[in-house]
């Protein structure tokens, strides 16, 4: 039986280096479980029923049997699918399959990101009775999301850096890397996916550093980069590290509006 705060994939992919960049992609996610990378459609379909994973990303284009193929032919207890192709128009056949997403190649973390997100929330909305409905996501189907990919591919590549200052070294960050700001009286605590940092500066002061739409502020403590937001459950963000953040009473109608509108 699969842990049920996690939840588990497995890969179907035969082209080496996307696999690998999926793999790497679903290690820096805490709470996806990798369970096995198949190349061929044959081989994940045994895998599938006897590990029953929670998500499947599978690949259009397989040898002997495609992807589409696949997913037409799981009939019972159907795992969520993100389908992943080269060719924009297989998002169409995708959609008539009810798969949860789209990724168009090449796709980058964010993207990938936000397909989980769609996962996660559709897991929740299926499998508990935490009632999410209040701030819940508007869930884009596929072709809004094809509509919005050029924007969306834009903004993703828009980098900025800051400098500050830790222990006695200045520091320069991405500030596309730095999943959410803790704030701690005089100091912040930066948070990236593998280390954090402690910096001598106000969370008004980060707020200007970071200075653009890429981050939302949630309460007077947190500060949080919405490319890393993985869902919303009443009155708490999940944030790609796992952990939930408290939304402010004062923030709560900010957060719905910049996020979801």
């Known amino acids: 039986m699969n842990n049920p705060c996690q939840l588990s994939v ?18 820096r996610i805490p709470f996806l479980n990798l369970l096995t990378v198949c190349r061929t459609a044959i081989d994940a379909l045994d895998l599938i029923y006897i590990k029953k994973p929670d998500i499947i990303i599978v690949d259009v284009n397989l040898p002997m049997m495609s992807g589409l193929e696949l997913i037409s032919g799981l009939t019972s207890q159907k795992p969520q699918i993100i389908l992943t192709s080269a060719h924009q128009q ?3 056949n995708g959609f008539e399959l009810d798969v949860t997403d789209f990724l168009l190649k090449p796709f980058d973390y964010q993207r990938f990101i936000k397909a989980i997100c769609k996962v996660k929330q559709r897991h929740y909305n299926l499998n508990s009775d935490i009632s999410v409905k209040e701030l819940m996501p ?11 990919r050029t924007a969306t591919k834009a903004l993703s590549k828009e980098e900025r850096f800051i400098w500050v200052k830790v222990d006695k070294k200045m520091m320069n960050l991405n500030t596309s890397e730095i999943v959410y700001v803790e704030g701690l009286r005089d100091y912040v605590k930066i948070h990236l996916a593998k280390m954090n940092y402690v910096v001598n500066l106000t969370m008004t002061k980060t707020e200007e550093l970071l200075g653009n739409s890429s981050f939302i502020r949630v309460n007077r403590s947190f500060i949080i980069n919405k490319s890393f937001i993985i869902c919303v459950k009443g009155n708490t963000i999940e944030t790609s590290l796992n952990n939930s953040l408290p939304i402010g009473v004062n923030y709560k109608d900010a957060v719905k509006q910049l996020l979801f509108n």
């Open 10 to 27: 497995i890969i179907v992919e035969n082209d080496q280096t996307d696999a690998s960049t999926l793999k790497q992609y679903i290690s």
């Open 90 to 92: 297989y998002a169409f």
């Open 138 to 148: 508007k869930r884009n189907n596929l072709l809004e999301d094809l509509n919005t």
